[in-house]
């Protein structure tokens, strides 16, 4: 399993785990919410901010999103 889709998974459990949609992540992220939706489908090669932005609207330590 490749970084990007251990991101991928961790954006969309932790997202679920809030029982918020993509729409409400990208709000709380300062993102689009087609950016969030490329994220999920691994479309997206993520920037150190953008991680740190993700993390910030999951309330949660960035370190979480890139653990397998």
Known sequence: MTLRQI???NVKFY???LNIS??????LS?????YIGDI???NRKV????????????NID???LLVN
């Not at 300062?30 to 087609?34: E, Q, V």
């Not at 920037?47 to 999951?58: H, N, P, Q, R």
């Open 7 to 9: 991101f991928r998974n």
């Open 47 to 58: 920037t150190i901010d953008t991680i740190e932005k993700v993390a910030k609207g999951l």
């Open 15 to 17: 997202r679920k785990q």
């Open 62 to 64: 960035p370190t979480l």
């Open 22 to 27: 993509q729409e409400k992540l990208a709000e």
């Open 30 to 34: 300062d993102l689009s919410t087609n």
């Open 40 to 42: 999920e489908r691994t």
